[in-house]
């Protein structure tokens, strides 16, 4: 929900009633991931997707009658499934669908999770997708430090269970589900289409989504590669800061898509950002000077960052890599360089090499082999079983 948030807390905040439709399982060659989401309110209009047009249709009507019927629904779109092509899902994989209204002030929980994404505070939303009769759609929203909303009528242990896991998946930023003993037991996962029954062996399934800050992207070297990258690191969802320590080139109007251009010494640069880096952060050092690469580098293949990139010629890698082996660095940590950056597409263009850069960290942080598809027989999507957050690095 964390892309259509902004337009969420527009409709709550002027007491618009709607509903949101959010993947909450996937399977196969399903065409979005779990947390992907479509809302749409009382008149009809609809903002969001859940599978990039296979099923939207479907879904747009399921929000339609749960505004109606103020009742949440589990629903699974699947290939196997009789009315498969009536509802265009022909990629052979499976989703998982949870359809919830909302009514502004309604639900302590929902409405506290709606404020925390439209500021911007990072926030764990933990809502039941399947368990007893009438807990369908509970919510609580966990942050840092503390939690809104409640689970009526059940164990205080079980809540506690759920907020010490939401917190734990909030903190590496991860959205999955989790699935609950009554008495707050972890359970096996066991999502159904059917919720009418209610849950199975008195279970409690949780569908968690974590809101955390956008990935970082810090691009050192303000040339003109740089402003190619700059814009696609923004496409791709990542704030992108450029540094250089040369002002005439650090300028804002140069890189106007910037989130951040600041002046500085590379290496001093990073260490003033130690705290603010995790495993989603991508480095791209595109100066390919000595320098500044060195004192850079020698920092940033020792930090627990998702990706380090760095531009040059053959030659210049491995003069470069000589000249870390004298600051002291192993073999180990110079092998998670990736230089020269980028898949080799012929690029020329520096829109060209941005696009070569880009492919190389979507298939580093995504498990992907880098061929065309039409070389493989495979699974399209190769994290379907890998964790959605932390380091991606690939030797």
């Not at 290939?79 to 994989?93: I, K, M, N, R, W």
């Not at 930090?303 to 380090?308: D, H, K, S, T």
Request: hydrophobic fraction near 45%; charged fraction near 20%; glycine fraction near 12%.
């Amino acid at each position: 929900m964390q892309d259509i948030a902004e337009q969420l807390r527009a409709w709550h905040a002027a007491g618009r009633p709607f509903a949101v439709a959010t993947v909450v399982g996937v399977s196969g060659s399903a065409p979005r991931d779990p947390g992907a989401a479509l809302a749409v309110n009382d008149v009809g209009e609809a903002i969001g997707s859940v599978s990039g047009g296979c099923v939207e249709g479907a879904v747009y009507e399921l929000c339609r009658a749960a505004l109606e019927t103020g009742r949440p629904v589990l629903e699974r779109f699947g290939y196997s499934d009789e009315d498969a092509f009536a509802v265009g899902l022909t990629c052979g994989g499976v989703l998982e669908v949870f359809v919830q209204p909302v009514v502004p002030g309604g639900d302590a929980g929902l409405d506290a999770g709606i404020a925390h994404l439209g500021a911007g505070t990072p926030v764990a939303l933990a809502r039941v997708v399947d368990g007893p009769a009438g807990l369908l759609g509970a919510t609580v929203a966990v942050t840092g430090g503390g939690h809104d909303g409640s689970l009526p009528s059940l164990t205080g242990e079980l809540e506690r269970s759920l907020v010490a896991q939401a917190r734990a998946m909030l903190d590496a930023g991860r959205t999955g589900t989790v699935t609950l003993a009554l008495d707050g037991r972890p359970c096996t996962p066991a999502i159904s289409a059917d919720t009418s029954a209610g849950s199975v062996g008195g279970t409690v399934t949780f569908f968690v989504e974590s809101f955390v800050p956008k990935p970082r992207m810090l691009v050192f070297g303000a040339i003109d590669f740089a402003a190619a990258v700059v814009r696609i690191g923004t496409f791709l969802g990542y704030r992108v800061t450029v540094c250089d320590a040369r002002p005439v080139f650090a300028t804002a109007r140069r890189f106007p898509e910037a989130d951040e251009v600041v002046v500085d010494w590379p290496h001093r640069y990073l260490d003033s950002q130690l705290d603010r880096l995790d495993g989603r952060t991508v480095i791209c050092v595109l100066t390919h000077d000595a320098k500044f690469d060195i004192p850079l580098l020698e920092r940033a293949l020792r930090l627990p960052v998702g990706f380090v990139g760095a531009m040059g010629s053959r030659r210049t890698h491995l003069e470069r890599n000589a000249k870390l082996r004298e600051t002291g660095l192993t073999e180990a940590e110079i092998a998670l360089l990736h230089s020269p950056i980028g898949l080799d597409l012929g690029a020329r263009t520096p829109e060209e090499t941005a696009v070569a850069i880009a492919a190389e960290i979507v298939a580093g942080r995504r498990g992907g082999g880098c061929l065309p598809l039409s070389a493989g027989t495979g699974p399209i999507h190769h994290d379907l079983e890998r964790p959605r957050s932390g380091a991606f690095r690939v030797a």
